[in-house]
Structure formats: C-alpha cells, structure tokens
C-alpha cells in the first residue's frame, strides 16, 4: 500500500523567503505527483501535476520536482507572501487509478 | 465552467438517519472519487469510479454507498450515520490524457458533515 509522507508538517518563515516543501512515497510504481493548495475551510485547489516520466513542472514562483526512484518530490516556493500562507498537500496517483495524499503541511508566511 | 460541483456545503445528521452527498462535474471525466478528510489524517478513499456503471471500494467504504448510472454525477449515500462519519467530503473528478495515462483533478469544496 502506498504511503505518503510531508515534512515538515508546519512551516513558519518571515515574507520574501525561499521555501521547499517535501513530499515521498514508498512506492515508486505511479502515474503522476500533483502537489494542492488547501485554505481553512476550502477545497483543494491544483497546484501543479508532474507525471511520472517528467522531472519537474513551474508555475510562476512555484516549481516542484519529482525523483521518482527515492521516491521524493519537492516543491519549492520563491520569494514567499502572506497569500501563501495554507496547507499544502501532495498526492501521488497509483497505477490502479487511486490518489494517495500525505497529510499536509502547514505554511504560515509571517508579513 | 462549473468544475465539480457538490452539494449541500453543511449537513447535521442525527445518529441513525441517512442522507445523500451530491456530485456532478461538467467536463466530461471519466474516473471520479470520493474522499473523506479528518482532522490530521489527510484525505482517505471512499469510492471511486472508472466510468459510468463501473464503481469500486476506496481504502475506507463502510457506512457508505456510490452509484454512477451517468457520466456527471456521483452520489455519495450514507446509511445509518453514526459520529464516525463526522468529517469533510470531497469529491473529485479526472480526465485520461491522449496516452490513457490519468490526469489532474479536479476537486469541489466540500461538504461538512456533523452526526450528533
């Protein structure tokens, strides 16, 4: 069965940092990564997906990477704002056409 | 361009009485997917579906039931709701790309359910 893990579960930096989040996963056999964002008391909204044969995938200040043999995705933040402050969710889609999320972390970006 | 949509956003349920959780996306996907979100636990699989007609059990389906007899829409049946299923429900929808791999998906925002 899939795991998926997040570290650091929360995150407190100052505005204006460089952040990385990070996401792995035991098993190695998926289709694609699609990294979330989630406010309190809102859906979830897509970030950006990598595919399994991709390496990484940019979205403005967003880029996220996959390694998919560690199993490891990182998904990096530049010059952050209050408006990124939400939890971030990571989730890996399995070849049997399930999605796996880890819990989550925690992103406060302190003005 | 609607996304997912799911209805209704809060329920109150007393322990025992059923309800149905409403979805239906408007972009043609084939697979959708029911999740619960609990408090630190991350989302978890109820249902899934492949395709109308075809659905399947998630990593977590009792007390719960799906059906999908149309592309759209992806009801979500509690019976006999117990405090256990106090939680938040997310529906989800994806499409396949041109090379039959799954892609994005797609999530509405929820439905929050209390059972006293």
């Known amino acids: 069965k899939q795991e998926v893990t997040q570290i650091p579960a929360a995150l407190s930096v100052p505005e204006g940092e460089n952040l990385v989040l990070n996401c792995s996963f035991t098993?190695?056999?998926?289709?694609?990564l699609q990294w979330f964002r989630q406010d309190p008391g809102k859906g979830l909204t897509s970030l950006l997906l990598i595919q399994s044969s991709q390496r990484e995938q940019t979205s403005g200040r967003l880029n996220a990477s996959l390694d998919k043999s560690s199993g490891r995705s990182t998904l990096y933040i530049a010059a952050s704002q209050p408006g990124d402050s939400a939890t971030y969710l990571c989730?890996?889609?399995?070849?049997?056409?399930?999605?796996?999320f880890g819990t989550g972390t925690s992103l406060t970006v302190i003005p | 361009n609607a996304g997912v949509t799911q209805t209704p956003k809060f329920r109150i349920l007393k322990i025992g009485q059923s309800m149905t959780l409403q979805c239906t996306q408007d972009?043609?996907?084939?697979?959708m997917y029911w999740y619960r979100q609990d408090p630190g636990m991350g989302l978890k699989l109820i249902y899934y579906s492949v395709g109308a007609g075809i659905t399947d059990k998630g990593e977590v389906p009792n007390g719960y039931n799906v059906s999908r007899s149309t592309t759209e829409d992806f009801p979500l049946r509690l019976e006999l709701a117990a405090p256990s299923q106090t939680s938040v429900y997310f529906c989800?929808?994806?499409?396949?790309?041109?090379?039959?791999?799954?892609?994005?998906?797609?999530f509405g925002q929820g439905t929050r359910l209390t059972v006293v």
């Open positions: 989730a890996v889609r399995d070849t049997g056409n399930q999605f796996y």
């Open positions: 989800a929808s994806s499409s396949r790309d041109r090379g039959f791999t799954p892609a994005e998906a797609f």
């Open positions: 972009m043609n996907h084939n697979y």
């Open positions: 098993d190695s056999a998926i289709y694609n």
